[in-house]
């Protein structure tokens, strides 16, 4: 006897789950379903060889996974590449985070002013880009430090980034401000700092929106499957995993970018995955290989930070790109992915 | 010219502290107070040499930092140890920590039961102990884990600590706990997941209470007085600063406890420092060596999990000690403290 | 006065470094020579800022560093890139690490039979490659690991190169085995385990010979450097430098692959860098992503672990990529260093 | 079938070991000796249950392990403490590392000169200490740092060694050089950057003295017991090991005092485990307060540096204790120890 854990078939209707929970009872066990948005996806539940084997043979049920998955909803499900989307400038159109392109996300580290934001949108947009991204709350070291312009810059975020059909992607720190961020957002930000902040990935979970989950920086690969785990639990409908960077012990960077997090990630889960090589290494000049390197690692995308002015930025600067330099990294992302796509996909078998 | 923290007398009356902006003013200089609690304890000011040499030497004035300060209330302010004040059992009982005599902190990691609570809570106090901790929100890496009972049980807590006469220690998860947490707590604790947490620690500063602050796993020392002073800066009255194992890369522990990490603060603060030996390593053979070895590094106390029947607890079991071994601890403590006490105090000249 | 780094014009004739040192010597300055196998490359010397300003000027003088460089002769020299000239299969043929195109050195981990010898070589020439590693010796964790077949298969191993036109690449561990190993060897490799035992490095250096250097599972970029600098200051003839993962918290890979280290090696040292992603991460399914993001990141090269029955290997065999796999290595190498070379030059500035 | 590790009776007589071989011949497994010194202690053999049950009822055989042991002779073996004699002074002289009481072990890190040598030898002697540690050969990172004094300052140190009755403790880099070590060492010291370098473990094996160990700065626990299977197979007569820091995130130390590294090594082994808190840390004022807490922990002594003048040692000063806080070191030393061993005592239960 031991707890397995049964998943479900995709599309499986509520009077066929009702019916497998009530095939579980009469085996006499306690289950306890694993709900994913409103819907149940599978079971966990203490049965025996037996008992597993006969659960495995109904109608309705996808697998039966003999260990308890510690992360039945993020981790391997069988069903392929999951494909997040993400609306970006319009209520039809949509960028595909997980799909055949590799996607560039950028922007300013912090929302300084409208004419920043303004100037960096229209960069991103005339790059090519699609999604747009700019801190209104940083968490940051000190109390002395800009924190950000709060709630009072989102709509001017949102107005910005509407001008230049981008979507917006944004950070989200406080529980209490999961609402007005998802008012605003299309694909709320869970920072490293707060990766394990339960209580905020519990609410951030319920406003049943995607979510780009970055990696902390001492977080196992397990351990970030199961922050994305809570969020899912918690009704978030997708989450996008990121590597930032890891603490090193070499003074010559400030993180340590874990980038095999990307080939490790895909024998675990189907979710996205992207890099931030901006804070993942913390010096500008190693943005751009780096993010190349993601690339050819098999990310579903990168993020950065730009800034019209490097020299300035409020936060992070030593590691923001020029504007001018981004055409570049966009033209690079694409000769990557078109020279390594195919060798990929063999490598994947 | 240059940023630099002007430290004020510790107690400076308003009309002084005005006295000393204005001439901040005259000296053409934009100056930033930093608040501690209600009052103004220094500012931060551009000033050139001539400027600063100036404030030095005004009444009021106790001390003017050459670089600013990153933790101007948190750091070393030079008034010697700071003693933190924590009630104990009753309004007019408090016990101290950085004072004289250093301080066993144990308990249950999490509340599970009335019986449970009871045991733990009369071995602790029949061992001699003031302060009670036990977890009843638990930050736990799987959504499917034991996480805790959650408000109902803090009212079983505290009649269960007041029963013993002791002080409550208790973690608070999610900035909309705060006001609760704190109607039942003695010590607000901030765990090791959330130290960077700043929306969470400037509502917990708000409830102007004292405060255990636990050392994130990747966190440097100046980060962990970095978070405490988001505590102090947003009114928590006084900071407990706790070791408790960074991340290493050895499977034989689950943390690493860095226990130089005491002396190493000493350097750099007044703030109580204690080390939480029990999630610092996480083998219950080691709880007691180490707990050991922290009041020997000059650690203010210890913080350590027990359980009445520890191979049975909900979470963290397999560091916690059993109860018969409380006795062991706390005289193990007082013949350390007594053996260590007068060559720490020259070894700190 | 502080001491100073002064370094020579490449080419300078032995008369004139003379001079330069009864110049320096007229100053009234020690002088201490810097070596780079027979030549005198530059001094180390406490010069005041007149003394350093009047040396600059000197014909001979290339130039004068204000710190003294902890490692000028590994450090950057300002003289462009430093291409590696490797013999490959005949005393006319040679491979260039650091040119245009990157290099794929491969071959089994150790050295167990004549056939396997044959395979790996029959399979890495007919790929495109040019440089065959594989270890005689090898540095186990355990005594009672097979520690490779030694001095006996040198001789073996040397044989099958030349057959396969192939250079040949393999590690010497002790200082007593310089000489056999420099005898069959073109490219003596310095491994992670040994990067900082400096009496090897010494006697390495001693060989006159290329060399190539792994960097230690904890050592930062600067340590690195360090141990190039003992092997030039020896007497190597150039150092290939090789990231090959640094000690990681994750149980998920063997090390934590720091690929940032290419870019930032770039900004140290005109030394070319290549990356060894099998030990780098130690997970088969990674090895060819990482070395697509390797190449994508800027290395001048990459070298693997390959075995004619992967899952038979006797050391490190759950990282051996199949010979089925090398042909789609060095295509996706190539691929990848055509999409990048443009923008990388550019980034480069 | 799997293999097994056969340990026999400490003082079995050959004649006895070889009827124990030929039972294995019989049961028609293939046996290898494990040799100590130059005595068989045990056998690794595949064999079935019913084998391993036959085996371990025959005299003379200790303990079958079930799995085969990675490190048979430095791992647990039953017998209790292995306690360490190391000559001290003179042939008829020893110290017991391992025994009853810690031992302290100090003086400079490098040799810089008689005066410097006779002073902390002085001071040494002075404080009650047995066992003077200086550094002959250094393992310095940059060639053009000071590498010691080398062959020829080994007299000079045995010599003053001898006028103050103490045993001399010093690191071998070289293979090369364990002939000349050995003639004047009494203990041979492995240092941190050469731990995993196999030919020197072998070589300084074959010497067939006491070795003292130091963990490497990336090395598990496991490593650093593979590193000492390595001695003791190669013929050292005792292993004493040694924590030194590992390496650490946080710039606010050199590395970071793995202490619980004591209390988890005794869990794996039985051979001495002492603390060397200068390195370590490699911050003076943390000196003292983390030799108190090794004692605390439960290691059978400490390694520390001391210097005549503190501030102008030639190679780690900064970490160097005066002369003048000896006898405060041992004074604090014997207090611990006293405090602490009878709890210690039953924790180990």
Same mark, same amino acid.
């Given at each position: 006897m031991r707890q397995r854990t049964i998943l479900l078939d995709e599309r499986l209707d509520d009077a066929a789950t009702r019916g497998?929970?009530?095939?579980?009872?009469?085996l006499g066990v306690e289950a306890r379903p694993l709900h994913e948005r409103d819907r149940v996806v599978g079971f966990v539940a203490v049965l025996d060889d037996e008992g597993a084997a006969r659960m495995a043979k109904k109608t309705g049920v996808c697998r039966v996974l003999s260990a308890?998955?510690?992360?039945?909803?993020?981790?391997h499900r069988g069903g392929g590449p999951r494909v997040v989307r993400v609306r970006?400038?319009?209520?039809?159109?949509?960028?595909?985070i997980g799909g055949d392109a590799p996607v560039v996300i950028a922007g300013?580290?912090?929302?300084?002013?409208?004419?920043?934001? #303004?100037?960096?949108? !229209?960069?991103?947009?005339?790059a090519g880009g699609r999604l747009f991204r700019a801190g209104a709350y940083k968490p940051r070291t000190s109390p002395y430090a800009f924190a950000g312009g709060g709630s009072e810059v989102l709509a001017m975020l949102r107005e910005v980034a509407d001008r230049h059909r981008l979507g917006v992607v944004t950070e989200v720190l406080d529980p209490r401000d999961v609402g007005i961020v998802a008012a605003h957002a299309d694909l709320l930000q869970i920072g490293a700092r707060t990766m394990a902040d339960v209580a905020l990935l519990r609410e951030v979970g319920r406003a049943r929106r995607p979510v780009l989950l970055k990696r902390a920086p001492a977080a196992t690969l397990d351990e970030l499957l199961s922050a994305a785990e809570h969020l899912l639990?918690?009704?978030?409908?997708?989450?996008?995993?990121? #590597?930032?960077?890891? !603490?090193?012990?070499?003074?010559a960077s400030r993180n340590l970018l874990d980038l095999a997090a990307v080939p490790l990630l895909r024998l675990r889960t189907e979710l996205p995955v992207i890099v931030d090589p901006s804070h993942g290494v913390g010096v500008r000049s190693a943005v751009l290989p780096m993010a190349a390197a993601a690339i050819a690692a098999g990310a579903d995308g990168v993020m950065v930070e730009c800034h019209p002015d490097a020299g300035m930025a409020r936060s992070d600067g030593v590691q923001a790109l020029s504007l001018e330099v981004l055409p570049r990294l966009f033209a690079q992302t694409h000769a990557i992915a078109s020279a390594i796509r195919p060798s990929m996909a063999t490598a994947a078998e």
């Open positions: 497998l929970a009530r095939d579980l009872v009469r308890p998955s510690p992360h039945p909803l993020a981790g970006a400038g319009s209520a039809r159109d949509h960028v595909e300013p580290c912090a929302i300084e002013s409208l004419e920043q934001l #303004e100037a960096c949108a !229209r960069a991103v947009a005339g639990h918690a009704g978030a409908t997708d989450v996008v995993l990121c #590597e930032r960077g890891v !603490r090193g012990f070499d003074p």
